[in-house]
Structure formats: structure tokens, C-alpha cells
């Protein structure tokens, strides 16, 4: 059984580490791509009017984008572990920008929506793929550090998401977010293309196809189970909430434009400091102590946000707690399973994010149906129940994993 592992070093030992431009670089790689994959979140009411799409159904945009996700995982991800990851990196960054442009001129619904699943694709495969790039890069005794600063791009990159896409679309329409987009990655493919390390790949021998691994990693990896079942029930707290959020906020009362519903995102800015430190803390040992302490708080979090359906301070303190925990769990997670891990990184983030995708997919199609039939308090019954399942789950399956804080 995989276990958890406590990296600490002697007292008089300094720990080696990645150049700070290193980190920096996979840093801003991980934020500009994942926003990719969240523009679309607090445009939902604009893009049903634009190709006609009925409230209970805007959640189709999010599960085509996650579907694009899965199938980044399942079939691009995994190829970290058997390719030149710099070649990789250089070639998902075109595709990347190819599909922001597809989605900026979609002319229908059916359109956009393959748009969005290939954005999902390929906002995904270089995401996931960075988080790998790093952890093979980075020295073992500070690879939990390295994993939770680069994942702290993800957090500032979801943020930012919602800010530049509401922002952007009350400015110059819903497109420019998209053109905007693909103008930032062309400029991220300029910095990126000859400045990260070049890394031999971990796997020349050919072996087994990529699904063929991923099914024997999740079939024979117990820690790895328990992780993935985690990250669904929690990306579907966080899909409930986020895809939901503009279906409360644009109409009456509050009448807020998308810049103002986005700005609301970064309540969670101090999440990616939390994130950072929650990666310090598994290479202490405390991965246990951080596993309850932010299921706790992700389920607390929907006190204040159904409180807040007409109070706005209630509605920040929660949408707070709710990041705050769910990326503490996250980087958490992320750490444990790449602790001691070389050749198999991207095929193990790959595989626990698969869980991510399902339950971004699945918490955003939950989302609009119920704010459709029985409005916020509905939305955030929703979430507490997921949230709720979420920590029984992870205390009562503490015990199978190895003790660890």
C-alpha cells in the first residue's frame, strides 16, 4: 500500500529546492491555463441568452468543459510520464490557444459547446500537466512545497477567472474574454517555450497504454481511491456553488453586473496562501490534521452562504471558508500522492483528478437544476449534503491510509 511519508530533514540540513523562476514559471503556466476552463462560470445567464438556452440547461456549458477535462486526463495527461514534457508543454499551449479562438467565434450552441469540451482539453492537459512537470522537477524532500506553490497558481488562477471574465464581458462582450485569453497564452507560450527545464521522460519502454495504466493504478492504489473520492464530493461542493452563484446575482434584487459576481471570487485570494501552507504541513507530517480540519470547514461554509442569499458580508465569510477548505484538501491530497514519486506523476494526477472532473461536471448539472426548481436554498441544501458526505467519508476511510499527522 502506497502510504503517506514524512519528508522532514535533520535540523542542520538545508533542503534543496527548485530555482525561485523555476517555481514561478510552472506557477503563472498553472494559473493562466486553469482560468481557461472557468471563464464561462460567471457568464452562464449571457451565454443562454446569446444561443437561447434555458436556465435548467446552462449547466451543459460546465459539463462540456469537464467533459473535455475527463478526457484530457484519460488520454493527454498520462503522456507526461512517457514524453519530453518541455515538447508536450509547447504543443497542448498552441491546441490551447486554437480552442480559446474557436470558442470566441462558436456560431451556435452546438459549436460552443464543442468549443468548450476542447477547451476544457487542453486548459486541463496543461494545467495538470505543469503540476507534474514540477513535482518530477522539484527535489523530494521539498517536492509537498513545490507541489503546494505551484497549486497556488491554480487557486489565484480560478480567482482571477471570474474577475477578468466578468470584468472583460461588461466591457466588450462576452467574446473578448475568449480573444483576450488567447492573446495571454500566446504571450505565455513566448516566455514559457525555451525556459523550462528539460526533464528526460520517465518511461521508454512502452508499456501498457495509458487507460490500461490508469485503471491498474486506480484498481491497486487504496490512498489514491480515498483522495479521488474526496476531490469529487468536494469540486462538486465548490461546482454547486460557483455555477449557481450569477444565476442569484444578476436578477433582481442584487442586479450586479458579471464584474462585481466575478470580483467576488476573490474573497478566496488568501486561500492561496493556505494551499501553500498546506503543502509545508504534509512535508511535516500533518496531513491527517489538515484532512479534518478542511472538511470541517467546507461543510461549515454553507451556514454563511445560504445565510447570504440577502446578506453580502454572510455570503463573503462563506464563500471564504468554502475555498479556504476545499483548497487546503486539495493541495493535501495532491501532495500525498506525489510524495516519493517520480516516474508515474502525471499518470497519478491524471487519474485523481478524473474524480475532479466527475464531480465539477456532476455539481454544476445539480447546480442550475436546483436553483431552477427550488432556488438558492436549494443550491446550498445541495452543497451541504455533498460537503456533509464528504466528511464522513474522509473520517471514517482515515484509518486505511498510513498515519500521517
Given at each position: 500500500?502506497?502510504?503517506?511519508?514524512?519528508?522532514?530533514?535533520?535540523?542542520?540540513?538545508?533542503?534543496?529546492?527548485?530555482?525561485?523562476?523555476?517555481?514561478?514559471?510552472?506557477?503563472?503556466?498553472?494559473?493562466?491555463?486553469?482560468?481557461?476552463?472557468?471563464?464561462?462560470?460567471?457568464?452562464?445567464?449571457?451565454?443562454?441568452?446569446?444561443?437561447?438556452?434555458?436556465?435548467?440547461?446552462?449547466?451543459?456549458?460546465?459539463?462540456?468543459?469537464?467533459?473535455?477535462?475527463?478526457?484530457?486526463?484519460?488520454?493527454?495527461?498520462?503522456?507526461?510520464?512517457?514524453?519530453?514534457?518541455?515538447?508536450?508543454?509547447?504543443?497542448?499551449?498552441?491546441?490551447?490557444?486554437?480552442?480559446?479562438?474557436?470558442?470566441?467565434?462558436?456560431?451556435s450552441a452546438t459549436m460552443l459547446?464543442?468549443?468548450?469540451?476542447?477547451?476544457?482539453?487542453?486548459?486541463?492537459?496543461?494545467?495538470?500537466?505543469?503540476?507534474?512537470?514540477?513535482?518530477?522537477?522539484?527535489?523530494?524532500?521539498?517536492?509537498?512545497?513545490?507541489?503546494?506553490?505551484?497549486?497556488?497558481?491554480?487557486?489565484?488562477?480560478?480567482?482571477?477567472?471570474?474577475?477578468?471574465?466578468?470584468t472583460v464581458s461588461d466591457v466588450?462582450?462576452?467574446?473578448?474574454?475568449?480573444?483576450?485569453s488567447a492573446l495571454m497564452m500566446?504571450?505565455?507560450?513566448?516566455?514559457?517555450?525555451?525556459?523550462?527545464?528539460?526533464?528526460?521522460?520517465?518511461?521508454?519502454?512502452?508499456?501498457?497504454?495509458?487507460?490500461?495504466?490508469?485503471?491498474?493504478?486506480?484498481?491497486?492504489?487504496?490512498?489514491?481511491?480515498?483522495?479521488?473520492?474526496?476531490?469529487?464530493?468536494?469540486?462538486?461542493?465548490?461546482?454547486?456553488?460557483?455555477?449557481?452563484?450569477?444565476?442569484?446575482?444578476?436578477?433582481?434584487?442584487?442586479?450586479?453586473?458579471?464584474?462585481?459576481?466575478?470580483?467576488?471570487?476573490?474573497?478566496?485570494?488568501?486561500?492561496?496562501?493556505?494551499?501553500?501552507?498546506?503543502?509545508?504541513?504534509?512535508?511535516?507530517?500533518?496531513?491527517?490534521?489538515?484532512?479534518?480540519?478542511?472538511?470541517?470547514?467546507?461543510?461549515?461554509?454553507?451556514?454563511?452562504?445560504?445565510?447570504?442569499?440577502?446578506?453580502?458580508?454572510?455570503?463573503?465569510?462563506?464563500?471564504?471558508?468554502?475555498?479556504?477548505?476545499?483548497?487546503?484538501?486539495?493541495?493535501?491530497?495532491?501532495?500525498?500522492?506525489?510524495?516519493?514519486?517520480?516516474?508515474?506523476?502525471?499518470?497519478?494526477?491524471?487519474?485523481?483528478?478524473?474524480?475532479?472532473?466527475?464531480?465539477?461536471?456532476?455539481?454544476?448539472?445539480?447546480?442550475?437544476?436546483?436553483?431552477?426548481?427550488?432556488?438558492?436554498?436549494?443550491?446550498?441544501?445541495?452543497?451541504?449534503?455533498?460537503?456533509?458526505?464528504?466528511?464522513?467519508?474522509?473520517?471514517?476511510?482515515?484509518?486505511?491510509?498510513?498515519?500521517?499527522?
Amino acid at each position: 500500500m502506497e502510504g503517506e511519508v514524512s519528508n522532514v530533514l535533520p535540523c542542520h540540513e538545508s533542503p534543496r529546492r527548485l530555482p525561485g523562476w523555476q517555481v514561478a514559471l510552472f506557477t503563472a503556466g498553472t494559473g493562466f491555463s486553469v482560468a481557461n476552463v472557468y471563464y464561462a462560470q460567471p457568464l452562464l445567464d449571457t451565454l443562454g441568452t446569446t444561443y437561447g438556452l434555458r436556465s435548467a440547461s446552462l449547466g451543459t456549458v460546465i459539463f462540456a468543459t469537464q467533459l473535455g477535462c475527463l478526457l484530457a486526463l484519460l488520454f493527454v495527461v498520462p503522456l507526461g510520464d512517457r514524453l519530453n514534457r518541455r515538447r508536450l508543454m509547447r504543443a497542448q499551449l498552441l491546441a490551447l490557444i486554437a480552442s480559446l479562438l474557436l470558442v470566441a467565434v462558436a456560431p451556435s450552441a452546438t459549436m460552443l459547446m464543442l468549443a468548450m469540451l476542447l477547451t476544457g482539453l487542453t486548459g486541463t492537459a496543461m494545467t495538470q500537466g505543469m503540476i507534474a512537470y514540477a513535482a518530477a522537477a522539484a527535489p523530494e524532500e521539498t517536492r509537498g512545497q513545490t507541489v503546494g506553490a505551484v497549486s497556488a497558481g491554480v487557486v489565484v488562477g480560478l480567482l482571477l477567472a471570474r474577475v477578468f471574465a466578468g470584468t472583460v464581458s461588461d466591457v466588450a462582450g462576452w467574446r473578448s474574454v475568449y480573444l483576450s485569453s488567447a492573446l495571454m497564452m500566446t504571450l505565455l507560450a513566448a516566455v514559457l517555450w525555451g525556459r523550462l527545464p528539460d526533464l528526460a521522460s520517465q518511461k521508454t519502454d512502452g508499456g501498457p497504454a495509458p487507460l490500461v495504466s490508469l485503471w491498474r493504478l486506480l484498481h491497486r492504489h487504496r490512498q489514491l481511491q480515498i483522495r479521488g473520492v474526496l476531490a469529487l464530493l468536494m469540486f462538486a461542493s465548490f461546482a454547486i456553488f460557483w455555477s449557481a452563484l450569477v444565476l442569484l446575482l444578476t436578477p433582481p434584487p442584487w442586479n450586479l453586473s458579471h464584474g462585481q459576481t466575478g470580483a467576488l471570487g476573490l474573497v478566496g485570494a488568501a486561500s492561496a496562501l493556505i494551499a501553500s501552507r498546506a503543502g509545508r504541513r504534509v512535508d511535516r507530517g500533518l496531513a491527517r490534521s489538515n484532512t479534518r480540519f478542511a472538511l470541517l470547514i467546507l461543510l461549515l461554509s454553507w451556514l454563511p452562504l445560504w445565510l447570504g442569499e440577502h446578506s453580502l458580508p454572510l455570503l463573503i465569510i462563506g464563500i471564504f471558508l468554502l475555498d479556504a477548505g476545499g483548497q487546503a484538501l486539495h493541495v493535501t491530497s495532491q501532495s500525498l500522492l506525489l510524495g516519493g514519486r517520480n516516474g508515474d506523476g502525471s499518470q497519478l494526477i491524471a487519474a485523481y483528478m478524473l474524480f475532479y472532473s466527475a464531480g465539477s461536471g456532476l455539481g454544476a448539472l445539480v447546480s442550475t437544476q436546483a436553483f431552477a426548481h427550488g432556488g438558492w436554498p436549494a443550491v446550498c441544501l445541495a452543497g451541504a449534503i455533498t460537503s456533509l458526505l464528504a466528511l464522513i467519508f474522509g473520517l471514517s476511510t482515515q484509518s486505511h491510509e498510513v498515519k500521517n499527522g
